[in-house]
């Protein structure tokens, strides 16, 4: 059974870092490329960052770069989402997504698989 969970999420302070982790099971992990979404209370989804199936291939939204890395463990099927700086803004419910094209890309609608999320809330 295709599964991807993710963990890492809580409260943090402003400025502060989290690494997000999304771990995959049930399926031929190499084969996919890997976005990470977010969606705040009454916005719309959006792509934070993805990495190709080959881990070559990174990029990230115009708010997230510089502050944040993706970054891929094939032999552990494993996805990261390193993130500094963290600002109000971040606050959100994150997910990971598989997609089995290998090219990344930060559009939600093409990928078929998806976690349950974790919760970050960046707050004093």
């Known amino acids: 059974q295709l599964q991807l969970v993710e963990s890492g999420g809580g409260l943090v302070q402003p400025g502060g870092s989290l690494r997000l982790s999304c771990a995959a099971s049930g399926f031929a992990f190499n084969n996919y490329a890997i976005g990470w979404f977010r969606q705040a209370p009454g916005q719309e989804r959006e792509g934070v960052s993805c990495?190709?199936?080959?881990?070559?291939?990174?990029n990230y939204a115009d708010s997230v770069k510089g502050r944040f890395t993706i970054s891929r463990d094939n032999a552990n099927n494993t996805v990261y989402l390193q993130m500094n700086s963290l600002k109000p803004e971040d606050t959100a419910i994150y997910y990971c997504a598989a997609r089995r094209n290998g090219y990344c890309i930060r559009i939600g609608a093409v990928y078929e698989y998806w976690g349950q999320g974790t919760q970050v809330t960046v707050s004093s």
């Open positions: 990495v190709s199936s080959g881990g070559y291939t990174a």
